[in-house]
T-cell receptor
Framework: AQSVAQPEDQVNVAEGNPLTVKCTYS??????LFWYVQYPNRGLQFLLK??????LVKGSYGFEAEFNKSQTSFHLKKPSALVSDSALYFC????????????FGAGTRLFVKA | DSGVTQTPKHLITATGQRVTLRCSPR?????VYWYQQSLDQGLQFLIQ???????AKGNILERFSAQQFPDLHSELNLSSLELGDSALYFC???????????FGNGTRLTVT
């Protein structure tokens, strides 16, 4: 069965500091991995994806994520956090077998302090 | 703008009632997904359709049903509503398997 774990309910970081939001996954077959961001009263917005190829993926708004197959992880990173990055972040996984449903983690709330 | 349209934005109804939520996917997307987001449950996958056919099923209650029509829009029907069904219901659409989901802004359902 597919599953996604985001071990931190909340991450606090000072503006200008690097940030990491953690994600681990379990899936049958090859994983397609995604990060999304949600602002209050809005739908989720796509940030970046890993399908195949380079383990470091770059996405929107300066975010990047590192795929680690041996650790089944896909952590979201940004070198320098902005106050405007404060939001709810979701990691998601889709397997290439068994119906292709996309499963989301519980979400991590990021607070960036000025 | 994701290109995914959900109606209505807000819905207030009483326990025991039945409601229908509507979703128009992004142009060209054949897959439609429904998710429920509540404060204590995160984002729960309900069901997925691909080109009119049910593709995958998640934790969808028997009181809930969905369908995707030939024009690719989808409806989620919720019946015998309970207080615990109060939540945000999101629709998303996608293209091929390696493409991301594009979400609508959701329907906020309040059951009183």
């Amino acid at each position: 069965a597919q599953s996604v774990a985001q071990p931190e309910d909340q991450v606090n970081v000072a503006e200008g500091n690097p940030l990491t939001v953690k994600c681990t996954y379990s899936v049958s077959g090859n994983p397609y991995l995604f990060w999304y961001v949600q602002y209050p009263n809005r739908g989720l917005q796509f940030l970046l994806k890993y399908i195949t190829g380079d383990n470091l993926v770059k996405g929107s708004y300066g975010f990047e994520a590192e795929f680690n197959k041996s650790q089944t992880s896909f952590h979201l990173k940004k070198p320098s956090a902005l106050v405007s990055d404060s939001a709810l972040y979701f990691c998601a996984v889709r397997g290439d077998t068994g119906g292709f449903k996309t499963i989301f983690g519980a979400g991590t709330r990021l607070f960036v302090k000025a | 703008d994701s290109g995914v349209t959900q109606t209505p934005k807000h819905l207030i109804t009483a326990t025991g009632q039945r409601v229908t939520l509507r979703c128009s996917p992004r142009s060209g997307d054949l897959s439609v997904y429904w998710y429920q987001q509540s404060l204590d449950q995160g984002l729960q996958f309900l069901i997925q359709y691909y080109n009119g056919e049910e593709r995958a099923k998640g934790n969808i209650l028997e009181r809930f049903s969905a369908q995707q029509f030939p024009d690719l829009h989808s409806e989620l029907n919720l019946s015998s509503l309970e207080l615990g069904d109060s939540a945000l219901y999101f629709c998303a659409s996608s293209g091929p398997i390696n493409s991301p989901l594009h979400f609508g802004n959701g329907t906020r359902l309040t059951v009183t």
